[in-house]
């Protein structure tokens, strides 16, 4: 792949260094065509070195930084980031909203990183292989130094052993010990792990001059068991030097060519698992994984344009593993990838928590774009509105409102809303008595009062809805202090003493008198001395219903 590398003179040399160091966060134009002169000659590449004509791999020439330089590296921000306010409580009935300005405090970099290498270890990569292993710790311990909660993971790749043909294009993509596709360290906390996973790649063959890219990428969206966070900021760093196997992959550059087919997960060319470079690209987008390409070999224009799709970038490396100029690469792919954290294209609010999405009924404006982290906090204000979803039981119901910029989450709002779709309110049966008594024998009315309390004005009740046990409707009624609530308005113990003899607390009664046979009429199926619940349901004038209960003896 890299054994015929073009050579650059020392002022394209120095031309390339000072584009990398000041110019290469450009965005990069995907329309940008390629000529038919590079697209012949980026498809005849070079087949990959066998071990024996690869000789003795070089040693690492970079030093290892056991502890990375404080002062080459600025940290894109200091303190965190979150929501004010913090929390959220309300009662509400099923349709009802609350709003609220939420506004949003953006102080530092995303809270939580994860950082997935990716390893071409194909033959054409034995010049950079162990400068890339020395240069993958070297970052690891420079990221660390931007997002303290930081985890790093690896990711190896020869191609596929055996021969494929379609798509216009045939070859031995791989041979040997070739695999394509090996997790080798998860996401970690631990460098010292991932470093021993780094230190432990081997190179293997790879037979043509493409290499499954493809699969790699698309493992990075598809493998459950790489472990990416959710709310984490989602970087893949690639060390590749070729351009993959695909049906059109020149196709982002106006061109076209054929590398043959990524047969995917089944090794099998032709199958519906069969992979294409731009599909994997654009699912990395979807799940916010931003592709940074560390490319050694003569494709850099075709890397950066795919890296954009994922709102990534790529970069040229020498075919030793360092940076033309002699810049220090774990400082450069720092600042990179500080820079790429400080940038937030879409900052949004979204409930985060799984089966509430649709609580969250308005949010205003619906995001803000285009932001860039500095030195001093950023605020943004969210108008939003939750409600409750029509159907919700009475409940209470906890989830969070998270800031949501590219898929990082920077704060929480925590969300406690109880559903109550009947107001609750104090019932008595024969006010100031305890027990309360009732003679199904006798005439005349059955007292009873609805009682106020700071937060039931009972002047807001519609008194012709009141109901007993859904039948018994009063015969008149009137306001005034007769008595105190006993507690619990709702679940009162079954006893005959769940009750209390206090009288006016300052707060207006709803006073009621239900006919008494009504009452006995409920109480036929009952015997002398059973205890029994009365239950009263009616409506405020807004149509919010209210329950409440009392304790009632049969005397006779």
């Not at 012949?40 to 056991?66: E, W």
Request: net charge negative; aromatic share 6%; hydrophobic share 40%.
């Amino acid at each position: 792949m890299k054994r015929n590398r073009l050579l650059l003179g020392a002022v394209a040399m120095t031309a390339m260094a000072l584009f990398l160091i000041t110019g290469c966060n450009q965005a990069y134009d995907e329309e940008t065509p390629i000529d038919q002169t590079t697209q012949a000659r980026l498809l005849n590449l070079p087949s990959n070195p066998s071990p024996d004509q690869l000789g003795k791999i070089p040693a690492a020439t970079v030093q290892l930084l056991s502890f990375p330089p404080q002062s080459r590296l600025k940290a894109a921000t200091s303190g965190s980031s979150w929501l004010e306010p913090a929390s959220l409580e309300k009662t509400l009935k099923t349709g009802q909203s609350v709003t609220e300005k939420k506004t949003a405090h953006l102080t530092g970099a995303p809270p939580i990183g994860d950082v997935m290498f990716t390893i071409d270890l194909t033959g054409s990569m034995g010049g950079e292989l162990e400068n890339v292993k020395v240069n993958s710790v070297n970052i690891m311990n420079q990221i660390r130094m931007i997002i303290a909660d930081s985890k790093f993971g690896v990711i190896s790749h020869m191609d596929y052993k055996g021969y494929f043909s379609g798509c216009g294009y045939s070859a031995s993509y791989g041979s040997g010990p070739d695999y394509p596709y090996a997790l080798n360290q998860s996401l970690t906390s631990s460098n010292t792990v991932v470093a021993g996973a780094i230190s432990g790649l081997n190179l293997g063959y790879g037979d043509d001059g493409p290499e499954d890219y493809t699969r790699v990428l698309y493992e990075t969206t598809a493998d459950a068991s790489i472990g990416w966070r959710s709310g984490a900021k989602k970087i893949v760093v690639a060390w590749l030097d070729a351009i993959p196997h695909d049906c059109n992959v020149f196709g982002i550059l106006g061109g076209s060519g054929s590398t043959g087919p990524d047969p995917g997960r089944d090794g099998v060319a032709g199958t519906p698992d069969d992979l294409a470079i731009l599909p994997v690209l654009d699912q990395m987008a979807a799940q916010n994984i931003t592709l940074i390409v560390l490319h050694s070999g003569g494709n850099l224009d075709l890397w950066k344009a795919y890296a954009a799709k994922t709102g990534g970038d790529a970069f040229q490396i020498n075919s030793d593993g360092t940076i033309p100029g002699g810049s220090d690469i774990a400082t450069f792919i720092a600042g990179i990838i500080q820079s790429e954290v400080s940038k937030i294209d879409k900052l949004t609010l979204e409930v985060c928590t799984p089966g509430y999405a649709g609580w969250l009924t308005s949010v205003t404006p619906a995001s803000y774009t285009d932001i860039v982290l500095g030195e001093d906090p950023l605020t943004y204000d969210f108008d939003i509105a939750i409600t409750v979803p029509a159907g919700t039981p009475d409940g209470v119901y906890e989830f969070d409102v998270c800031l949501v910029g590219d898929g990082v989450v920077y704060g929480k709002q925590h969300v406690k809303i109880t559903v109550k779709n009947a107001v609750e309110v104090g019932f008595d049966v024969h006010p100031t008595s305890c027990p309360n008594p009732i003679n199904r024998t006798g005439n005349g009315v059955m007292p009873a009062a609805i009682l106020g309390s700071a937060g039931l004005d009972v002047t807001q009740i519609d008194p012709a809805s009141i109901l007993i046990n859904g039948v018994a409707v009063p015969v008149r009624w009137s306001i005034e202090d007769v008595s105190t609530p006993y507690l619990p308005y709702v679940g009162k113990k079954l006893s005959a003493t769940s009750c209390n003899t206090l009288g006016p607390d300052g707060y207006a009664d709803l006073t009621l008198k239900f006919n008494l046979q009504d009452i006995a009429s409920l109480l036929a199926g009952n015997a002398v001395g059973d205890v029994v619940k009365l239950s009263v349901t009616g409506k405020l004038l807004d149509g919010t219903d209210i329950v409440g209960e009392d304790i009632i003896i049969i005397r006779k």
